[in-house]
């Protein structure tokens, strides 16, 4: 992963259940994206910013994977966030998948576009002051 600018700001570490495999016996495509938004989710959790339907929160606009090597079962998957410098409204994250069988290895790379969102309104909004203080530093 190659980008000029950013920022690891968290990890997670995800156990791989025998269910997310396929018939092609390697974790499905699909559940890539899952992993990655659990990740996104507990990040927002932590900082005490996840999405409110009632209110404002994050939404991503945008998400795309790049699978290098099949993840399989047993084993757990650590992903790594990291943030790009934010906009008015939104910023740009990275992620890293790695297995517990080979961490040293990163065996798919994932990317999406956070936009910060008044849920009531239906539009974009301002990012919050703690969001942009912990993604510019």
């Not at 990890?11 to 390697?26: L, S, Y």
């Not at 507990?42 to 939404?59: C, K, N, R, T």
């Not at 998400?63 to 047993?74: D, G, H, L």
């Amino acid at each position: 992963m190659t980008h000029t600018r950013r920022k690891l700001v968290h990890t997670e570490v995800i156990p791989i259940r025998w269910g997310d495999m396929d018939a092609m016996n390697h974790v499905n495509n699909t559940v890539y994206f899952r992993y990655m938004e659990q990740t996104r989710i507990s990040w927002f959790e932590q900082l005490g910013v996840a999405p409110d339907p009632h209110g404002i929160g994050p939404v991503i606009v945008n998400a795309s994977c790049t699978f290098m090597k099949q993840i399989v079962y047993p084993g757990n998957v650590e992903i790594r966030m990291y943030v790009g410098k934010p906009g008015r409204s939104s910023f740009e994250t990275w992620l890293e998948l790695r297995p517990s069988y080979d961490a040293e290895t990163v065996y798919a790379e994932g990317a999406a576009k956070v936009v910060w969102v008044d849920f009531v309104k239906g539009k974009s909004t301002v990012l919050p002051e703690k969001i942009r203080q912990i993604v510019e530093r």
